[in-house]
């Protein structure tokens, strides 16, 4: 389908059905259950885990492919951002030239520094691409205050022209984004099944539609002779040169191309919440996307999309877990063992997210160095009964020896 | 090895189904946010009501969060019945018999902002959507009150803004769902500049560094305005960004640069760290144009003054309460804090348990958790007994009228939690703006909205 082999549309098949059932997959517990905060069915953690999907899958484009580990990606998904911020405020409320307009944003400003970024490979080059993000982030914050509002954030006021649309809603409030006039990012449609409650959310659907358009995009590159040639100067770029392949312009296009992928995903969530702020561009959220693609599965379609989604539930869920909740877990305890098994897990919980989730990421990159795609595809031979040794050989990514 | 057989045909029909994929769960006529229940967002269900407390818990302004927190507590327990019950034994409004709010168990979830606008919405949103939260409060830097104030107006929800001091907050970005108690920077520019000109003489030019952000930027504004009003003149106003943490490259040019005053536009961790270095540069020993050089921050907390240690001292400020006021408000607030926790409760802490306060109260006397009952609840509101003296909160940008203090950080302290003193009490007459003054201008109420 869609000039894809079976294997892709399988593929393509899944992610669509999990995108679409997301609301059910991601609410598995009733409302009133003890265990319902582990419920990730709401909007703006459904569309996270869309919108950083994108992001991950573009960066895995580049990374997975080409093997140039970009250390600033994050400076082209806050350009998307501001960009997208820029057209709510001077045409109107609508999201698609918003989002239109921090793609081409996003891609000439790639363009420009990857032009200059990818003269070197290896390490200089994530020097270089870390080094244009802090300056693009140190830009955002100080020198270009006028248009990025520094430290406040960009955000939406009253007195923006929006050309297009209204200035005003009729009570002289802010207008929200839309899809169509009436079609708002907000809307949610509520589903009470039994003890369970369903959130379907207008943001979120558009933001999957986007994942599913640039998953697919993904595979066609992955497929495509461009991408075995990306593949190509990952494997042995020096060899290309010899060949008389000159290399530059196929790297440029990719990233370039992951640029976009960066900008769609910023355009998107300025989409579902109009407001742009400088730290989207700071390394720690270049570095997140790095985590994410590696976490899932560098090189592999699906990895970056369960990676994204793995570290938005930990930042999101995870820390919302205080002591009282950890309290409530070992009430079963007597009162003084219950204390000191809060105070040995606590750290691990709540602020201390980001602890449990390095040392998750150390235990995967160090047993499962294929990420969580590997993980399930030992699952997967484990339940397998004597796979033929060829077809063993085509579906594992893990090195030759 | 691909097969690129993507005809015009292939790619129409990819659309058409998922363009039906995505329209088919939203093609119902669907209610806003979580208003399915009752007629406006997160109606509370059963018998608990659950409040959202949203505060830094890192970053430049993690001290106040944490302090923010401990009132906040402390209010929750006063409203369920716990504890002592602080200020509501001497708050004028009698409305709360500390059986939480309209008979509802009061709990609450909390949120880190860590100081960032964007972090500070996603879990403002988060407690919205997930946790259900009726009401938002907390936030100590005006960038991220504005923008959670701008989300709360959207979903639906009251915003009870705690420590924000910009005159941005209930100014060009006021909303109708959003109220503050603490004071603004106008108001201390208003109270300081008599104090400073007649302790430090009419003839002297300032010199500021200001946090480069909405409140920075509004402090600075005022300040200057009261001061050349005083025939102060200025000489540079130099931003800094919120995230530094050595001001020495920004202190240098100062004494070159012939001013006699240094203005610190600077709150938390950020203000202790520049007067610190302007300390270790001798700024405070030196003698310019004939005159002392002088040193003056304009919002002073006393967890700055602790953080600063000795070099607070004799330093001039304003503040929006203190913990040795001695009404009966500040003393009941003072011993209950002080019982929980063992040490006084900063002006954060006070700003924080008395918004919670207000809000259970104007709960309760409308009769309903509707936002749009509440609006008209707090607005135009006088109440007394919170440690402010009488206060006001006006209908036209939902900001407290009250009196401000000028605070003066103590020479002699006596135990490490008396490290300011107040100078002088200014009335609010003195402070009083109106809606449309050149500071505030420009913003629009707009309608309470309930999400409904």
């Not at chain 1, 697919?216 to 040169?241: C, D, E, H, T, W």
């Not at chain 2, 995505?22 to 509370?44: Q, V």
């Not at chain 2, 929980?340 to 900063?346: I, L, Q, R, W």
């Amino acid at each position: 389908m869609f000039g894809l082999d079976k294997k892709d549309t399988t593929l393509l098949l899944v992610v669509t059905l999990l995108a679409l059932l997301a609301p059910f997959i991601l609410n598995p517990f009733p409302e009133a259950s003890a265990l319902a905060q582990f419920n990730a069915g709401y909007p703006d953690l459904m569309q996270r885990f869309v919108i950083y999907g994108i992001f991950a899958v573009g960066f895995n484009l580049l990374f997975g492919l080409t093997g140039y580990l970009s250390f600033g990606h994050a400076a082209f998904l806050g350009v998307g951002s501001y960009s997208a911020v820029w057209i709510f405020k001077l045409l109107g409320m609508n999201v698609l030239p918003a989002i239109a307009f921090s793609i081409v944003i996003s891609g000439l400003f790639a363009l420009l520094i990857g032009y200059i970024s990818l003269r070197r490979s290896g390490i200089y080059f994530s020097i270089l691409t870390l080094a244009f993000a802090q300056m693009s982030f140190n830009m955002a914050y100080s020198v270009l205050t006028p248009i990025t509002n520094g430290e406040t954030g960009l955000q939406l006021t009253l007195s923006d022209p929006r050309i297009l649309g209204q200035q005003a809603t009729a009570d002289g409030s802010i207008p929200v984004t839309n899809l169509l006039p009436g079609l708002e990012m907000r809307q949610s449609v509520q589903l009470e099944l039994g003890g369970w409650l369903f959130t379907f959310n207008t943001g979120y659907y558009l933001a999957a539609f986007f994942l599913l358009l640039a998953f697919y995009i993904a595979i066609r590159i992955f497929r495509s002779p461009f991408g075995l040639m990306l593949r190509a100067v990952k494997s042995n770029q020096q060899r290309l040169n010899y060949t008389g392949i000159h290399t530059r312009p196929y790297t440029l296009a990719a990233f370039v191309i992951s640029g976009m992928y960066a900008g769609l995903a910023g355009g998107l969530l300025a989409s579902m919440d109009p407001l742009a702020g400088a730290e989207r561009m700071q390394w720690t959220a270049s570095g997140e996307v790095v985590i994410m693609t590696i976490l899932g599965g560098a090189g592999t379609l699906i990895g970056p999309i369960l990676g994204a989604g793995f570290i938005k539930y930990f930042e999101n869920i995870f820390s919302k877990i205080n002591e009282n909740i950890l309290h409530d877990w070992f009430s079963f305890l007597p009162q003084g063992l219950q204390d000191f098994v809060v105070t040995i897990v606590a750290p691990f919980f709540g602020e201390g997210w980001s602890l449990s989730m390095g040392l998750m990421f150390m235990a995967i990159v160090i047993f499962l160095p294929g990420g969580l795609v590997e993980g399930g595809q030992r699952i997967g031979q484990l339940f397998r009964r004597k796979p033929a040794a060829g077809d063993a050989a085509s579906s594992q990514t893990t090195p030759a020896e | 090895m691909s097969k690129s057989n993507l005809t015009r045909r292939g790619l129409l029909k990819t659309g058409a189904v998922a363009g039906a994929g995505l329209a088919l769960p939203t093609i119902f006529d669907g209610a806003t946010w979580a208003a399915s229940h009752s007629g406006f967002t997160n109606a509370p269900q059963g018998k608990t009501v659950t409040l959202g407390f949203n505060v830094p818990q890192s970053g430049p302004y993690a001290d106040e969060g944490a302090d923010e927190l401990r009132a906040y507590k402390l209010a929750v327990e006063h409203l369920n019945g716990q504890g002592d019950g602080g200020m509501l034994n001497t708050f004028s409004s009698k409305a709360l018999d500390g059986t939480g709010i309209l008979g509802k168990k009061v709990e609450f979830v909390t949120g880190d902002t860590q100081t960032k606008s964007d972090a500070a919405r996603a879990s403002a949103k988060s407690m919205i959507e997930k946790d259900g939260a009726i009401m938002i409060t907390g936030g100590s830097s005006s960038g991220v009150a504005v923008a959670v104030q701008g989300l709360c107006q959207e979903a639906g929800v009251i915003f009870m803004a705690g420590l924000t001091h910009s005159n941005d907050t209930t100014g060009k970005d006021k909303k109708a769902n959003g109220f503050r108690h603490f004071f603004d920077a106008y108001m201390s520019a208003a109270a300081l500049a008599p104090v400073l000109a007649n302790k430090y003489g009419k003839d002297r030019k300032f010199y500021m560094l200001t946090a480069d952000y909405t409140w920075g930027w509004t402090q600075a504004a005022s300040m200057k305005e009261f001061m050349e009003k005083e025939g102060w003149s200025m000489v540079a106003d130099v931003k800094t960004p919120l995230a530094s943490t050595d001001f020495s490259s920004y202190l240098a040019p100062v004494l070159s640069s012939g001013a006699d005053v240094l203005i610190l536009n600077h709150y938390g961790g950020n203000m202790v760290n520049s007067l610190t270095n302007a300390v270790q540069f001798g700024m405070r020993d030196k003698m310019v144009n004939g005159k002392q050089f002088e040193v003056v921050v304009p919002l002073i907390s006393e967890l700055m003054a602790k953080g600063a240690g000795a070099n607070i001292k004799g330093i001039l400020g304003s503040s929006n309460w203190n913990w040795k006021l001695q009404d009966e408000g500040t003393k009941a607030f003072v011993k209950s804090f002080g019982t929980k926790y063992g040490f006084p409760p900063s002006q954060a802490a006070q700003t924080c348990y008395v918004q919670t306060l207000l809000y259970a109260d104007a709960a309760q006397r409308a009769g309903s958790f509707n936002p749009c009952a509440i609006v008209p609840a707090l607005e135009g509101f006088k109440f007394d007994g919170l440690g402010n003296g009488p206060t006001l909160y006006r209908a036209d940008d939902h900001q407290c009228f009250k009196d401000v203090l000028v605070v003066q950080g103590n020479e002699t302290p006596e135990n490490e939690y008396d490290l300011l003193n107040v100078a002088e009490v200014t009335p609010v007459e003195k402070v009083m703006y109106k809606p449309d003054n050149k500071f505030f201008a420009g913003g629009n109420l707009g309608q309470c909205n309930s999400g409904a």
